[in-house]
């Protein structure tokens, strides 16, 4: 069991390469990064927050949704190169990010949101810390749990059928197959839930 409050002294003490100092936190759907994520963030209110599912495609331009992206084909079905595009390249240039947030509800780009130089930014969701997005972290997170606990947390997105489900988690399959991102990763932390403790306080430490 690890304090909330020591990872964040501990993410304030890393070295920076640039003015912005850049945190991944990936793992499968249902792990637990958002709840790992706003818990952190709750102890810092310096910390920036983006997500990667502000960055899906539109519906009509996701492939590996429709089955016809090779399943080996990590991150079909979002715009990754928008996300390195507009947040994580002028970040790393120490220049201010700027990008439209993709909303689910209306199935398209809605408000601009900007991300200022100099604080810290969480990059969330899965496909955070996929190859090329890797590089730009000073530090990785990956937080995991079983299967059958990830499949409990709710049905998912508004309008996601079970065959949908199942490509999805055949993409994250080949994600974690051909990347290992958890292998890659600073700290491992179980978002099962499993171990008692206090979850705005506390998290589990697999390793890191």
Known sequence: MEKYRDLVARIHALPRRRLT???GVDGPRG???TTFTRALAALDPGLDIVQVDDFWLPRAQRR???GEAPAEEVAA?????????HVLMPLGRDQPARYQRYDWATDSLAEWRMVPVGGILIVEG?????RPLAGFYDFRI????????RRS???GRDGEGEETRRRWLRAEDAYLASQNPAAQADLRVDGSGSLPHDPLREYVRIRG
């Open 31 to 33: 792990a637990g990064k």
């Open 21 to 23: 100092l850049m945190i």
């Open 126 to 130: 899965l496909y955070a810390c996929s």
């Open 77 to 85: 079905d979002v715009d990754w190169r928008r996300l390195r595009a």
């Open 142 to 149: 990956w937080v995991d749990a079983p299967l059958e606990v």
């Open 64 to 66: 590996q949704e429709r």
């Open 153 to 155: 947390r709710g049905p």
